[in-house]
T-cell receptor, first 113, second 111 residues
Framework: KAGVTQTPRYLIKTRGQQVTLSCSPI?????VSWYQQTPGQGLQFLFE???????NKGNFPGRFSGRQFSNSRSEMNVSTLELGDSALYLC????????????FGEGSWLTVV | DQQVKQNSPSLSVQEGRISILNCDYT??????FLWYKKYPAEGPTFLIS?????DKNEDGRFTVFLNKSAKHLSLHIVPSQPGDSAVYFC??????????FGGGTRLMVKP
């Protein structure tokens, strides 16, 4: 069974640009969530999508957005990039109900210069 | 305000001995707890979980203990192996699949 797949793995962007990251969850999983990891703030929840609807949202500015498609694949977008957005962005999937294990992808490493 | 805390940034143990990683939480609404192992620039790997209705869960060398009254959980690894060296995160869940993570503990297992 394939795991959570994230693309691209590494990317470099310039301040002010925008970026889109992609995530394919484990087959059959309907919940996809996104996390940001930085040295200073640790692992922080961005948002969760379930059946194409945003179910939970973390404390991030509106520049961070996401969506989920009917096949459960998800994308997250960051607009007007800032240097502080440099981070490892992690996608996680689960069947969707509470109490299920949440599995993470390898992450997309974003560097903003 | 940190709702999940791992107060030990690092832990060093000898191969074959027990590793005990600790985690404290403040939100009594958390009802599911998970432990992950992580290497730099990689995604967290799930290790073991526990529901708030239980006080212990075992899986091979890994055992998680939950003390709800103290709002404390711990991960025991017995016996510790050099390959266990990594950063360990505890995480708590209370709404959908929104995990709150602790700051992590770096475990070093010496041969």
């Amino acid at each position: 069974k394939a795991g959570v797949t994230q693309t691209p793995r590494y990317l470099i962007k310039t301040r002010g640009q925008q970026v889109t990251l992609s995530c394919s969850p484990i087959s059959g999983h309907r919940s996809v969530s996104w996390y940001q990891q930085t040295p200073g703030q640790g692992l922080q929840f961005l948002f969760e999508y379930f059946s194409e609807t945003q179910r939970n949202k973390g404390n991030f500015p509106g520049r961070f957005s996401g969506r989920q498609f009917s096949n459960s694949r998800s994308e997250m977008n960051v607009s007007t990039l800032e240097l502080g957005d440099s981070a490892l962005y992690l996608c996680a999937s689960s069947p969707g109900t509470e109490g299920n294990t949440i599995y993470f992808g390898e992450g997309s490493w974003l560097t903003v210069v | 305000d940190q709702q999940v805390k791992q107060n030990s940034p690092s832990l060093s143990v000898q191969e074959g001995r027990i590793s005990i990683l600790n985690c404290d939480y403040t939100n009594s609404m958390f009802d599911y707890f998970l432990w992950y192992k992580k290497y730099p620039a990689e995604g967290p790997t799930f290790l073991i979980s526990i529901s708030s209705i239980k006080d212990k869960n075992e899986d091979g060398r890994f055992t998680v203990f939950l003390n709800k009254s103290a709002k404390h959980l711990s991960l025991h690894i017995v016996p510790s192996q050099p390959g266990d060296s990594a950063v360990y995160f505890c995480a708590a869940n209370n709404a959908g699949n929104m995990l709150t993570f602790g700051g992590g503990t770096r475990l070093m297992v010496k041969p």
